[in-house]
């Protein structure tokens, strides 16, 4: 049984959303100088929602989003359908966000860096479904960067099957692996937090 916990709801996709990205291809396509800016506001709630949602309240939040976007700069020009631009991003996001968990570990395994306290700062969540997001979080940072992403994704951000293994760039049942193996993981380690483990008793009588 996953842990459920609070969330704000995804951004609501905006009236016209289609005919945007495909003006925003138009411009990349053309070499506009305009294309940032339009980019930025047609994916800007969905690049800082992922990375949110993997990485929780992280100090690194903007520095990361502008990774994102220089990638996304980068690469625009190569997408030509437009309905599969908001796939195209989610795949970017994770990518640069897995690079990033990667390259944290290497830094804390030689010393260089110590593991952060994870924190979650939302308006609509009580004292104590804040306190379970940050220990659901601190949980999440000691999963490997596959699965952490796959049970963020499909968990947290509630995401379906298909698009979680399409942002991870694997098959279906990649992606079914390893969200079995983050959801035993996951057990073990919130079995330790006494916060954690009830809150799974508590949903395994919902069941």
């Known amino acids: 049984m996953p842990l459920r916990v609070v969330r704000s709801d995804h951004e609501p996709e905006r009236p016209g959303a ?6 925003l291809l138009e411009l990349a396509h ?25 990485l929780g309240a992280d100090e ?8 994102v976007f220089v990638a996304l700069l980068a690469g625009l020009r190569r997408v030509r359908d437009p309905a599969a631009l908001r796939g195209w991003v989610a795949a970017v996001t994770v990518n640069t966000v897995r690079s990033e968990i990667r390259r ?15 924190q979650v700062h939302t308006l609509t969540a ?20 596959d699965e952490r992403i796959a ?10 099957l ?14 079914k692996r390893r969200l079995s193996a983050a959801q035993a993981r996951f057990r073990r380690l919130a079995e330790r937090d006494p916060m954690l483990a009830e809150h799974l008793r ?6």
């Open 60 to 67: 690194d939040h903007d520095d990361l989003v502008q990774q």
């Open 151 to 160: 049970f963020a994704l499909r968990f947290i951000d509630e995401q379906p």
């Open 30 to 54: 053309a070499g506009d100088p305009r294309t940032g800016a339009a980019l930025f506001d047609l994916v800007g709630a969905q690049v800082n929602r992922l990375v949110w949602r993997v």
């Open 162 to 175: 298909g698009d979680v293994a399409a942002a991870c760039d694997c098959s279906l049942a990649t992606v």
């Open 104 to 118: 944290r570990r290497v830094r804390r395994l030689f010393g260089l860096q110590t593991a952060a306290a994870e």
């Open 18 to 23: 289609a005919d945007a990205a495909a003006s």
């Open 126 to 145: 009580s004292h104590e479904a804040r306190e379970l997001l940050e220990r659901t979080y601190g949980v999440l940072a000691r999963l490997p960067a």
């Open 202 to 207: 508590e949903l395994e009588v919902k069941r």
